[in-house]
């Protein structure tokens, strides 16, 4: 099966780029095409997915990726693709995050992960890409106490946070993401339980989970 797809980098911290040489379509296809976003304000988004894989780090380069894998910058910006708008705006992170907004015929979709709150130009970028999403995919890494006690600074966020902002920002759904690697299913759905005692439309991101709007 051969297709396309846009993928959207909001930043090159390893948990979100380790999955990159691992992903079979990029090698399998050459009818397969892909779009990578992201900004390069720090380095180029080429770059950075060459330079993980070199040698010694991966035992085959780019170069054997046999899809067509094209590249492209995007910064704080409100771009047009085929069916989608897509706006972008930087988040409260070490060496930045982008969040995305994509609005579609179908509805308005939101990726804001990984952000820290209580930065007033961040806060409110969040709530200006949240508005009346109809879902809105957000950082919950830690639990509220766990973030007041030792996490200040790590650029994440809780579910408590993540309740204030579907509330100030109008969004409809909640799912909270970026858990914690320690976290447990049984974490996990206490955090549910304990994010649905205050807004009806919450739920943990699962693996494999995909959104269809
Ligand atoms: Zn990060
Ligand atoms: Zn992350």
């Known amino acids: 099966m051969c297709g396309s797809a846009h993928v959207f980098l909001s930043?090159?911290?390893?948990?979100?780029?380790?999955?990159?040489?691992?992903?079979?379509?990029?090698?399998?296809?050459?009818?397969?095409y892909f779009f990578f976003h992201s900004s390069s304000?720090?380095?180029?988004?080429?770059?950075?997915?060459?330079?993980?894989?070199?040698?010694?780090?991966?035992?085959?380069?780019?170069?054997?990726m046999a899809a067509h894998c094209n590249f492209y910058d995007i910064?704080?910006?409100?771009?047009?693709?085929?069916?989608?708008?897509?706006?972008?705006?930087?988040l409260n992170h070490?060496?930045?995050?982008?969040?995305?907004?994509?609005?579609?015929?179908?509805?308005i979709l939101v990726y804001a992960t990984d952000n820290e709150p209580g930065h007033p130009v961040f806060d409110r970028n969040l709530r200006r890409l949240a508005e009346g999403?109809?879902?809105?995919?957000y950082d919950a890494q830690y639990?509220?106490?766990?973030?007041?006690?030792?996490r200040r600074g790590w650029g994440h966020s809780h579910w408590r946070e993540a309740i204030n902002v579907v509330m100030e920002s109008?969004?409809?759904?909640?799912?909270?993401?970026?858990?914690?690697p320690d976290s447990d299913d049984e974490r996990l759905d206490n955090?549910?339980?304990?994010?649905?005692?205050?807004y009806h439309k919450v739920r943990v991101a699962r693996e494999g989970d995909v959104i269809i709007l």
């Open 191 to 198: 955090i549910q339980k304990s994010a649905s005692e205050y």
């Open 170 to 180: 109008g969004a409809k759904e909640l799912v909270l993401y970026h858990h914690d």
């Open 75 to 90: 910064e704080e910006e409100r771009v047009a693709f085929d069916d989608c708008i897509v706006q972008s705006m930087w």
């Open 11 to 32: 930043h090159f911290h390893w948990d979100h780029i380790q999955g990159i040489p691992f992903f079979l379509p990029l090698y399998d296809n050459p009818d397969n």
């Open 143 to 150: 639990l509220p106490e766990e973030y007041a006690a030792k």
């Open 94 to 107: 070490p060496q930045g995050c982008l969040g995305f907004r994509m609005e579609t015929a179908n509805g």
């Open 41 to 64: 304000r720090t380095r180029g988004l080429q770059r950075v997915i060459e330079e993980q894989m070199v040698d010694p780090y991966f035992p085959v380069d780019m170069s054997e």
């Open 133 to 137: 999403a109809d879902v809105l995919i």
